[in-house]
């Protein structure tokens, strides 16, 4: 078991890239600290299906004080070297993890502060942050709930390798970045691929001889701020459609429709075994087609403004398809979700400290509604890059400067 002790000034839950980021920030300051982890480090990536590479580059693996070094700063190492990379990270600066320590509820103290109901005993602590993921919850979208029983239906975490399902023609439900990677080995491997999409930007992996990643960081495109959101609801949107897979390639729409996969509209309800399917896939085309196009103005307009060309993105080709609008699920041997993530806190953190949608209310990572309570790793929590590894860093620094500010106050006179 674990040595947890009962008391610490401030702790750390989750030991994800925002854990050790945000305790690297602490003890770069020289404030006591622990790191509570239920599982072990990196366990998000550890999780991700076996073929799984990085969709950044290699050079976003640059949390404080570790920059990338490795020899192939726009490769995308597989999901064994991210753990590997956040395990060497951890120990570099003796970061106090306790792994295996899983929090089951954190609540007000009796006499002020918090209590962390652990695993391995209570924990009373003056700060706490939490850093328990940017994508918690997979979601279904209630229609999944009709589905036949003997179709196996499972989420993304859940998938690990073609040969793992039972044999048949799968379902995908759910284009985004994970979406896409999945429909494409699946089809590899020889299955028959359905895929339910919904709307996601997609955007060429690489141009003029540089990753697209590596472009856009020249742009203000990832310090994008929830208010510069066209709703609220819009920092639920899916991410780029690309892939790190064999070196990286483009991953989207067409290259999938290219490779036989069947593309369908959303999927919008269930009858005993037949899924019906909203007559949208060409508006959800079109929609990655208009991201593409702003991304394409962004790019333009902000280098040109920094004195650098902007790299040439073509046209998108002409899209066709008259998708079927009902599928008999007979013959079909799985149905996997991959429709994005929700928040899940609330049924761990009791505290009225989370908007409608789950989302921690915070400024600057610091709870606006909790004093001594902090977040970190939260999608768009400051940025659109707070919840990436090159992005993390820089909100872990805010949250720990906050608490070593409140503690400075805090002492008596
Ligand atoms: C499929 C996928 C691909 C991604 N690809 C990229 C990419 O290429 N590049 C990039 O920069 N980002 C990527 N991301 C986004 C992001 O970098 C990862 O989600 C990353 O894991 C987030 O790090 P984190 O530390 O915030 O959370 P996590 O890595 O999820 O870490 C949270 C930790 O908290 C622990 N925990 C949770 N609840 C508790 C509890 N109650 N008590 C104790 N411990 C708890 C978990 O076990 C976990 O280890 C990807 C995300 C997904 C889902």
Known sequence: MADVPSESPVVVVGAGQAGLAVSYELTARGIDHVVLERDRIGQTWRGLWDSFCLVTPNWTMSLPGAAYAGDDPEGFVPREDIVRYLEQYASAFGAPVREGVGVDSLEPGSTGGFVLRTSAGEVHAETVVVCTGAYQRPHRPDVAAALPRDVLAIDAKDYQDPAALPSGKVLVVGSGQTGCQISEELQESGRD?????GRAPWLPRRVDGR???SWLKET???DTTLSALPSPAARLGANLQVTGRRGGHDLHYRTLQAMGVR???RLAGLEARRAHFADDLADSVAFGDA???DIRTLLTEQLAAKGVTAPELPDPPPFHADPPRELDLAGFGAVIFTAGFRPDYEHWVRFPA???MGFPLTDNGSSTVVPGLFFCGVHFMRKRKSAVLF???EDAAVVAQSIAHNRLHALPT
């Open 263 to 265: 593309l369908l509209g």
């Open 211 to 213: 990753d697209i990643v």
């Open 354 to 356: 989370f908007d409608g």
């Open 291 to 293: 991201r593409y196009a």
């Open 220 to 222: 203000a495109f990832f």
């Open 193 to 197: 691929v359905f895929l339910a999409c």
């Open 391 to 393: 992005g993390v860093g």
